[in-house]
């Protein structure tokens, strides 16, 4: 059978689709047959290169590629997109996979004595929470907004993103390790009780990644040296790395992985 006729007709919802990871795997799904919907945040000209990129995507691969850039941490922005999208897909139960690759957060330290803190101030509560939101309940939001519409297909994929720094310290990366590691709670719990809907829910924790989010991170550098000095194939991931797995999951052979954090590093993990 030709591999690209498996998702015929099916859609992939991704979540902070214009870069890293989140792009890799939409450049990934379409040339296996998936339609992309890419939601993502861009000022007006990075929004026009992007938007050259899907449109490349969607004539090189023979599907369709929908672009919505819109806010996806608020209801209006989530109500715009379920208007819009509903409108345009032929059919209901069409969504294969939601992945979340939304990475938006504070990078603050805990403490006062640091440049850092001085430059940015030091995390709050409310950091904490925004960071939080937007890496991991936003999910929870986006799955259920998806599941009450009836756009979810049968064998459903849900997929999120995490790191290995939700349970090491990174130089002023905890509000985003704590949202991480809820995220990683909240999709066991996704992965028991959307069993009933037939949705298989689990975690990426990929490797090092020289994406724009980790050249955010305070040291970023050093970390990129330590994950290729570690890591069995002395080379970090890359993101096609991670879209390759997240097409894996997709597949009907990975109908029976439910709960599941994957690392997906080469084996960095094991040093």
């Keep these: 059978m030709d591999k690209t006729l498996q998702f015929k007709g099916l859609w992939a919802v991704i979540l902070g689709g214009s870069g890293g990871f989140g792009l890799a795997a939409a450049e990934k799904l379409a040339s ?22 899907f449109i490349a995507i969607a004539s090189i691969n023979d599907v369709e590629v929908l672009a919505y850039n819109i806010n996806a941490l608020n209801e209006a922005g989530r109500d715009s997109f379920l208007q819009q999208f509903t409108a345009a897909v032929t ?6 996979v939601l992945l979340h690759a939304i990475a938006r957060g ?27 939101y937007a890496m ?3 999910l929870l939001d986006w799955a259920n907004l998806l599941i009450k519409s009836n756009l979810f297909c049968d064998r459903a994929r849900i997929i999120g993103l995490t790191s290995e720094g939700s349970h090491k310290y990174w ?19 996704m992965a028991v009780e959307y069993s009933k809907y037939s949705i298989n829910t689990n975690i990426i ?39 390759g797995v997240v097409y894996l999951l997709c597949t009907d052979e990975a109908n029976w992985i439910n709960g599941s954090v994957i690392h997906v590093d080469g084996g960095e993990h094991c040093r």
């Design 171 to 189: 130089d002023g990366y905890a509000a985003v390790s704590m949202a991480k590691a809820s995220l990683e709670s909240l999709c066991t719990y």
């Design 106 to 132: 504070n990078l603050k330290p805990l403490t006062a004595d640091t440049p850092e803190a001085e430059a940015y101030g030091t995390l709050t509560a409310e950091d904490i929470q925004l960071t939080t």
């Design 32 to 53: 296996q047959g998936m339609n992309i919907a890419v939601v993502y945040r861009e000022m007006a000209t990075a929004d026009k290169l992007i938007r050259e990129k």
């Design 91 to 96: 059919n209901k139960h069409c969504v294969k």
């Design 205 to 243: 924790q990929a490797g090092i990644t020289d994406t724009f989010s980790l050249r955010k991170i305070p040291g970023h550098d050093q970390l990129i040296e330590m994950a290729t000095s570690r890591n069995p194939y002395g080379r970090i991931t890359q993101p096609g790395d991670v879209a």
């Design 136 to 138: 991991s309940n936003s």
